[in-house]
C-alpha cells in the first residue's frame, strides 16, 4: 500500500468506531510477562537500566537503536506533532520492520510490546501512544503490537503491567535505577571536562553501565539495593582517579528544558559535548526530578478532590482520599529516602551535583508569582530548576526543547527577564532534526559569557559563591 492510499484509509478509518475503541485496547496497561518489551531510548544510561529492571523481573526488555527511524517517522505524521513523538514513532517503525525482514515468516508481533508512557494535563505527550497507534494500525503486520504505558495520571502506578507480586517491588527498583542513571550521568559530567587523558571517561563509563545493569538484573527483584550503591560507589572512587588536578574548575553550566531533547544526545546534537567542547562542565536536570515532581503533583491533586469531597460531605470518598494520600506520602518518603541513598554512595568519593529539592524547585516560583504551580507541565521544573541553578552560583543556563514544545516556551518567556536582571548568562536551544548553521555561534558566545560570569564569581565581583 502506498503511503497516499495509507492516509486514505488512516482517514477512513477515523470514522470508524473501532479505531476509537483500539485506542482503549491496544494502548493500555497490560501485563509484560513473556513479550518482548519494546523501550525507546531517551537518556541512553537511564533507558538501559531500566530495560535491566524489567530483566530482573523476567521480562525480555531491550532498548531499540534511535534516531535512524526519523525520517520514516516524519512520513507518517504530519508535521506539525513535537519531535520526540516524531523520533520515537520512527524508531519503533524502523525497529519492527527490522525485525519483520530478519525473521521473515518466524516474525510474530502479539511476542511484542511497545512501551510508551504518557502524561496528563495539557501537553501533546499524553496524545504520542495514540497517534503511534493509529500509524502502526496502517500496518496489519504491526497490528497485533499493543502499546503498553504508565501514566502519570497515577503516579507511573505498575500495577497493570507486571502481576501484583511484582509490581510494586518494580516500582521501587524502576526508581532506583532511574536514580541510578541520573548519578552515573552526573559522574561522567564531572569528571569529563578535567581526565588524564581524552577519551578515558566516556570508556570507562561504558563499562560501568554494564556492569551496574548485570547487578541490576541479578539482584533487582530482591530490591537489593545496597549492591547497586556498592558498585555505584565502586565506579565514582574509580572515576574520582581520572581528575588531572592541574585543570582548573570551568565555568559550570546548568540545563534545563524538556525531558527527551534535553537526555536525548541524537537529537540535541550532543549538546553536552558541545558545551564541553567550549569550556564548560554540564550539569544537566536530572530523571529523578520528573518523578518526585509527578509524586508531589498526585498530592496536590488528592488535596483539591479533598476540598471537593468534603464539600459534598462524601465521606465514603474521604477515606478513600486519606487511603491514597497516605500511600502517596510513603512513596514520597521512599522516593526522598533511596535518591538520598544513592547520592550518598557516590559522594563519598566524588564532589557529584546534588539534585534539586521539588519544594526548593517550587519555591524559587515565589508563591506562583513567576508561573503558576497549577497550569503544571515541565515549566514548573523548568523555571524553578534554573532559578534554583542561579541559587547555587551556576555561571549559565541553557533551556533544551524541541521547536515549538509550549512548556519550553513559556519557561524561556519567563527566564530570559529573570536571569538577564540577574547577570546569568541563558541561552535558549530549540532542535528541530535539523542542523542550524547559527548554533556553533551562539553556543561558543554564551561560553564567553559563563566564563565572565566565572571570573567575575572567583573574583567576588557579583557577589556569587562557588558551587
Ligand atoms: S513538553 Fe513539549 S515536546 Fe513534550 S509534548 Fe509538550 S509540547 Fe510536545
Redesign the pocket.
Known amino acids: 500500500m502506498s503511503y497516499d492510499e495509507r492516509k486514505m484509509s488512516l482517514t477512513m478509518q477515523r470514522t470508524d468506531q473501532s479505531t476509537f475503541d483500539r485506542l482503549h485496547t491496544s494502548v493500555q496497561q497490560s501485563d509484560v510477562s513473556g513479550k518482548t518489551l519494546l523501550i525507546p531510548d531517551m537518556a541512553p544510561i537511564s533507558s538501559r537500566l531500566l530495560a535491566a529492571s524489567f530483566r530482573a523481573f523476567g521480562v525480555n526488555a531491550i532498548v531499540m537503536e534511535t534516531y535512524k527511524g526519523l525520517g520514516l517517522g516524519r512520513k507518517h505524521t504530519s508535521g506539525k506533532e ?4 516524531q523520533i520515537t514513532l520512527g524508531d519503533i517503525l524502523l525497529h519492527l520492520q527490522s525485525e519483520k525482514e530478519r525473521l521473515g515468516s518466524g516474525f510474530a508481533p502479539e511476542q511484542y510490546a511497545y512501551f510508551m508512557p504518557e502524561a496528563d494535563g495539557p ?3 499524553g496524545m ?1 501512544n495514540k497517534l503511534q497507534r493509529l500509524v502502526l494500525d496502517q500496518f496489519p503486520e504491526f497490528q497485533p503490537v499493543p502499546i503498553v504505558y504508565l501514566s502519570t495520571m497515577n503516579n507511573y502506578e505498575t500495577a497493570g503491567i507486571l502481576p501484583p507480586d511484582k509490581a510494586r517491588l518494580f516500582r521501587r527498583l524502576s526508581y532506583v535505577t532511574l536514580v541510578a542513571g541520573d548519578v552515573l550521568d552526573r559522574i561522567a559530567w564531572r569528571v569529563r571536562p578535567y581526565e588524564l587523558r581524552p577519551g578515558l571517561t566516556d570508556t570507562f563509563m561504558h563499562e560501568a553501565v554494564a556492569k551496574v545493569s548485570d547487578v541490576i538484573e541479578t539482584v533487582g527483584a530482591d530490591l537489593r539495593f545496597d549492591a547497586i550503591c556498592r558498585a555505584l560507589g565502586q565506579i565514582a572512587a574509580t572515576a574520582a582517579t581520572f581528575l588531572d588536578p592541574h585543570k582548573p574548575r570551568r565555568p559550570i553550566v546548568g540545563i534545563i528544558g ?4 534535553r537526555s536525548h544526545p541524537a537529537s540535541n546534537q550532543n549538546i553536552i559535548h558541545q558545551l564541553e567542547r567550549y569550556g564548560a562542565e554540564v550539569v544537566d536536570a536530572s530523571l529523578g526530578e520528573w518523578i518526585n515532581y509527578i509524586t508531589s503533583e498526585s498530592l496536590k491533586k488528592i488535596d483539591r478532590q479533598w476540598l471537593e469531597t468534603r464539600r459534598r460531605k462524601d465521606w465514603a470518598g474521604c477515606r478513600t482520599l486519606v487511603r491514597k494520600w497516605i500511600g502517596l506520602q510513603i512513596e514520597a518518603y521512599y522516593q526522598k529516602w533511596r535518591q538520598w541513598q544513592v547520592y550518598r554512595s557516590v559522594l563519598r568519593h566524588l564532589d557529584i551535583q546534588p539534585d534539586h529539592n521539588i519544594s526548593h524547585i517550587k519555591k524559587h516560583l515565589d508563591r506562583n508569582r513567576l508561573f503558576h504551580e497549577a497550569i503544571g ?2 515549566a514548573v521544573l523548568s523555571i524553578g530548576g534554573a532559578l534554583e541553578y542561579a541559587h547555587h552560583g551556576f555561571d549559565g543556563v541553557v533551556n533544551v ?2 521547536f ?5 516556551t513559556m519557561a524561556s518567556a519567563v527566564l530570559k527577564p529573570l536571569l538577564n536582571d540577574m547577570k546569568i548568562p541563558y541561552l535558549d536551544a530549540p532542535y528541530d532534526g535539523a542542523i542550524q548553521p547559527n548554533r556553533d555561534v551562539a553556543l561558543r558566545t554564551f561560553m564567553y559569557q559563563a566564563q565572565q560570569h566565572r571570573d567575575a564569581r572567583i573574583t567576588g565581583r557579583n557577589g556569587g559563591t562557588p558551587p
Request: negative net charge.
Open positions: 513535537c519531535l520526540p513523538c501537553c501533546r505527550f504520542y524538556e525531558i527527551y531533547l507541565t515541565e526543547f524541541p515549538t514544545c509550549m512548556p519550553s
